[in-house]
């Protein structure tokens, strides 16, 4: 068996070539960053890589994450400026076994000394976004943080490994230095080959409350299927979140165990992902929050 899932419809032209590759035997890390890389590099997708939202002084500054679930190495970068694959960096420090999580500065020159590509990531387009939102924040009293979409995904691949990984640009408009789940371990992603994987979308502040990836795949680990997995840990969290402060952030999760069964659940409206697995064409879904 093998498979591939993924938070929201971005993710599917990658999904595809991945999964072409992971019929032919390609190993699960290399899926994945492939798979990532096709949606950094897309300028169009707002919220990941080139052309991703800005934070409010208009500079793109990305998380990325990338976890070996056979070994759990896990690589990652924050706040990261002018870099073309942050998913790469994250990967090839997954290698180290210190110092193997990077914010800011020390990312962008422990990238550059390995020799990854520089690239301005601000588009013109997002430049308009970004005046667009400063002028609605201003007249309307919009909030500036709306509109914001992480590509998380989680591979099997055909010898049994597993990986999962995130990369995004965060909350439109936020704080500089701010950083979200997607980075971090437990929260925007978990995997272990030998139970499956998990990662999120949404927001970050909240979904760091319940250390939601790990909490799914730990339930995975006690019997449940992906499906059952997700539904039990976003109800519990969203409730746990409405009754502490009255109401929870946007929680999305995709998970994958590792025979290539898969789950989702989300407490917004139209949550879409997208999923290949060797018995499943690459196909884009729809989930919706259940009450
Ligand atoms: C964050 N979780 O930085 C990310 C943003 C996101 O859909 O997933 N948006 O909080």
């Known amino acids: 068996m093998w498979g591939i899932i993924a938070t929201w419809r971005m993710a599917i032209e990658g ?45 793109v500054e990305l998380d990325a994450a990338y976890m070996d679930g056979d070994t759990l190495s896990i690589g990652a970068v924050a706040g990261i400026r002018d870099f073309a694959n942050p998913i790469s960096i994250a990967r090839k420090l997954s290698d180290e076994k210190v110092n193997c999580f990077l914010v800011g500065i020390g990312a962008e020159e422990y990238a550059h000394k390995n020799g990854f590509e520089r690239k301005n990531m601000l588009t013109d387009r997002a430049k308009q976004h970004y005046n667009k939102r400063k002028k609605e924040t201003l007249e309307q009293g919009l909030s500036p943080y709306i509109g914001h979409d992480t590509v998380g995904m989680v591979t099997l691949d055909s010898n049994g490994k597993m990986c999962a990984a995130t ?20 929260s925007g992603f978990y995997v272990d080959s030998e139970i499956g994987g998990a990662t999120a979308t949404g927001l970050g502040e909240d979904l760091m409350k319940g250390c939601i990836s790990y909490e799914i795949v730990r339930l995975m680990k006690e019997g449940l299927t992906p499906q059952q997995a997700c539904d039990k840990a976003v109800n519990e969290l969203d409730e746990l979140l409405i009754k502490r402060r009255g109401k ?6 995709v998970a994958m165990n590792n025979k290539g069964e898969w789950g989702v659940a989300t407490n917004i409206p139209n949550f879409s992902f997208s999923v290949a697995t060797k018995d499943h064409e690459p196909t884009v879904y729809v989930s919706n929050r259940i009450d």
């Open 15 to 59: 999904i595809t070539e991945s999964s072409e590759k992971l019929n032919e035997g390609m190993e699960a890390g290399d899926a994945i960053e492939l798979a990532i890389k096709r949606v950094e590099d897309y300028p169009f997708y707002k919220s990941v890589g080139y052309g991703g939202l800005p934070n409010e002084n208009c500079e």
């Open 167 to 186: 990369s995004t640009s965060g909350l439109f408009m936020k704080k500089s230095g701010r950083v979200g789940d997607s980075p971090l371990s437990g």
């Open 248 to 253: 929870a952030g946007d929680l999305s999760l």
